[in-house]
């Protein structure tokens, strides 16, 4: 019994010394809900986006819905001129999850469905389908003031092409004949590369 009551004081002691200490890690801003909107795709893509996090000490949640994007021609590809390809997405959604480094800044990953609408050849040909993505990135916050909760979250990631639900492609080419019996191709993979993201952000409770 002795030795029990000694574990028990043992285990009592260090939980109260774990406790002590425990402030001194907490990161700023833990345990604090945030809402943003990305910039890039009002002024480059249209449309609109909205995103929400948690973040915890040490981890960071999210989920962000983009809707009416469209892509411009001037980055396009040489192939996409070639088919006149105009190209919709609808919307896009997913969540994430990452790690917070410091206070300000975290590695993270994000899962994305795609709806995408693409007309090719001025109308001979018209694709409407989901596509998957996942993109590993870095996310670095800062504050307009001490005493405010608004800020600009800047972001790059790498959207890497999971798949697509378009059956019988040649990998990630969907190959059709045109109105003059030409074997044409698209490549179905538009969602993936680089990105770089800014985003208007408010934390709630941000001082608190």
């Given at each position: 019994m002795k030795v029990f009551n000694l574990i028990l004081l043992c285990f009592c002691a260090a939980f109260a010394s774990a406790q002590d200490r425990t402030p001194?890690?907490?990161?700023?801003?833990?345990?604090?809900?945030?809402?943003?909107?990305?910039?890039?795709?009002p002024?480059?893509?249209?449309?609109?986006?909205?995103?929400?996090t948690?973040?915890?000490?040490?981890?960071?949640f999210d989920w962000s819905h983009g809707v009416g994007l469209s892509l411009p021609d001037n980055i396009l590809t040489d192939e996409q001129e070639?088919?006149?390809?105009?190209?919709?997405?609808?919307?896009?959604?997913?969540?994430?999850?990452?790690?917070?480094?410091?206070?300000?800044?975290?590695?993270r990953v994000d899962f994305k469905i795609h709806r995408n609408e693409v007309d090719l050849l001025k109308g001979e040909q018209f694709l409407d389908y989901n596509s998957y993505t996942a993109g590993p990135g870095v996310?670095?916050?800062?504050?307009?003031?001490?005493?405010?909760?608004?800020?600009?979250?800047?972001?790059?990631?790498?959207w890497f092409e999971l798949g697509n639900e378009l059956d019988n492609l040649d990998g990630s080419d969907f190959e059709f004949t045109d109105s003059n019996g030409n074997s044409r191709s698209f490549d179905t993979n538009i969602n993936g590369g680089i990105g770089a993201n800014i985003a208007l952000i408010y934390t709630f409770g941000k001082n608190k």
């Open positions: 001194k890690n907490i990161k700023p801003f833990s345990n604090k809900f945030t809402l943003g909107t990305d910039l890039v795709q002024f480059f893509l249209g449309g609109f986006n909205i995103n929400a948690y973040t915890t000490n040490n981890f960071i070639a088919l006149d390809a105009e190209i919709e997405i609808v919307w896009t959604t997913g969540p994430g999850v990452g790690y917070r480094l410091t206070k300000n800044l975290d590695a996310f670095y916050r800062f504050y307009l003031g001490k005493n405010t909760g608004f800020g600009l979250e800047l972001s790059v990631r790498y």
